[in-house]
């Protein structure tokens, strides 16, 4: 199992970025997926998850209606659309695949007021 975040970096307060992760080493499209957030200091926590299909998706509140999740199947691909960002935003964000106890090295999102 591959998981490889990236599209992180530093934006203004009110910027967008979009995160990618590739998977591979798994049947990409039979797992649900989720984005995770660590901020220094504090405990990995969940951002973002979506279903095998895509057809259903949930989200932490401090992100409902800035944060999107989507995923292609096709190309073994989740993504992280981030509108809106806030400093309280900053973390490595990680990409995770529901059952499978791996993860890749994560993706810096620095968000500066």
């Known amino acids: 199992v591959q998981l490889v975040e990236s599209g992180g970096g530093l934006v203004q307060s009110g910027g967008s970025l979009r995160l990618s992760c590739a998977a591979s080493g798994f049947t990409f499209s039979r797992f649900d997926m989720k984005w995770y957030r660590q901020a220094p200091g504090k405990e990995r926590d969940l951002v973002a998850a979506?279903?095998?299909?895509?057809?259903?998706?949930r989200y932490v509140d401090s992100v409902k209606g800035r944060f999107t999740i989507s995923r292609d199947n096709a190309k073994n691909m989740v993504y992280l659309q981030m509108n809106n960002l806030k400093p309280e935003d900053t973390a490595v964000y990680y990409c995770?695949?529901?059952?499978?106890?791996?993860w890749g090295q994560g993706t810096q999102v620095t968000v500066s007021s």
């Open positions: 995770n695949a529901v059952g499978l106890d791996s």
């Open positions: 979506i279903s095998t299909n895509g057809g259903s998706t």
